[in-house]
């Protein structure tokens, strides 16, 4: 928990500086945003290594990376392009002595990442297409995808329609504890 309430701190000192979130964004830290984030952990009850494409101001990675510390072998890498947020995301992950480690890169660059990941995960990233694009490699090596959608989802699933129906993935709608018009999709290989 206090873990949580120094990033809290962090968020807000840093959005002071530069535009993390949104002022209103920040009265809803706990029953939103960190709600959703760890939510994630009930779906991938013993993923250990995770991946936050496009990590932004850190959610959901920093959230998990809270939850996983102390975990054994855990890690969460944060893929951010813009170098302020990256620098953002450096200084909680070293102030909380988070398993987590920064990637100032484009998604595309990371590719595959380092290793072998259990769960990739993005929110507020991109429409399910694209999500599944850019999470391909990691899903390709045996991650599952864990991506909080809103109400938005049946357009979105519809859109990606050719990518599912394709064979190579699958697509399961989980409900969201955090917004009842939000949606866990849930993306994994085809059997």
Partial sequence: MERLITYRRLLAEWTERMNLIGPKELDLFWSRHVLDSAQLLRFAPDGKRWVDLGAGAGFPGLVLACFLAGTADAAVHLVEATGKKANFLEAVVEELGLPAKVFNCRIEAFGAGEGWYDVVTARALAPL???????????????????????????????????????????????????????????????
């Fill in 129 to 191: 297409p694209r999500l599944i694009a850019y999470a391909k490699p990691i899903l390709d090596r045996g991650a599952i995808g864990l991506f909080p959608k809103g109400a938005n989802l049946d357009a979105e699933l519809a859109a990606a329609s050719d990518v599912l129906n394709g064979g190579a993935y699958r697509a399961d709608v989980l409900e969201s504890l955090s917004d009842p018009r939000g949606r866990i999709v849930r993306i994994s290989k085809a059997a």
